[in-house]
């Protein structure tokens, strides 16, 4: 077993997390399929899903961190810049920044709006420290 925190609960001063209408239907029902109800992070997106408020349906669509957005965070632990795109498992690719939602990381930053940050305990031990410094919304 890895050194996640014991409760595998989103850390109590986590910021709050905004969502569409459209994503929150799409992970709803992506927690709901046999192929993802076991998955190690279905749980703890679950949690976050729980505790989202909906966003306007006329809300600026670079207001949030929502599925198949380019966003630009900063570890503020190490200085290291990321680029990624949260994507649902399926299309995830490591190497092409594409990261899926089910991944701690994805799952940390989902609803997240610039300048908010988020610690979020991942497997080693390690905390990630990121803040969103920018966010590209889904080429639709």
């Given at each position: 077993?890895s050194?996640?925190?014991?409760?595998?609960?989103?850390?109590?001063?986590?910021?709050?997390?905004?969502?569409?209408?459209?994503?929150?239907?799409?992970?709803?029902?992506?927690?709901?399929?046999?192929?993802?109800?076991?998955?190690?992070?279905?749980?703890?997106?679950?949690?976050?899903l729980?505790?989202?408020?909906?966003?306007?349906?006329?809300?600026?669509?670079?207001?949030?961190?929502?599925?198949?957005?380019?966003v630009?965070?900063?570890?503020?632990?190490?200085?290291?810049?990321?680029?990624?795109?949260?994507?649902?498992?399926?299309?995830?690719?490591?190497?092409?920044?594409?990261?899926?939602?089910?991944?701690?990381?994805?799952?940390?930053?989902?609803?997240?709006?610039?300048?908010?940050?988020?610690?979020?305990?991942v497997?080693?031990?390690?905390?990630?420290?990121?803040?969103?410094?920018?966010?590209?919304?889904?080429?639709?």
């Open positions: 077993m050194s996640h925190s014991t409760s595998g609960l989103p850390p109590s001063d986590a910021p709050s997390i905004r969502l569409t209408r459209h994503d929150l239907a799409r992970l709803d029902a992506l927690l709901a399929s046999p192929n993802y109800r076991q998955h190690p992070g279905a749980e703890a997106l679950q949690r976050e729980d505790r989202a408020d909906m966003l306007p349906d006329d809300a600026p669509a670079d207001a949030t961190v929502g599925m198949h957005a380019r630009t965070c900063i570890d503020d632990a190490t200085g290291a810049r990321h680029t990624l795109t949260l994507v649902y498992p399926h299309e995830a690719d490591v190497d092409a920044g594409r990261v899926s939602i089910l991944a701690p990381v994805g799952t940390a930053l989902l609803g997240l709006t610039i300048d908010q940050r988020i610690d979020w305990p497997s080693g031990g390690r905390t990630l420290r990121l803040r969103v410094l920018e966010v590209a919304p889904a080429d639709h």
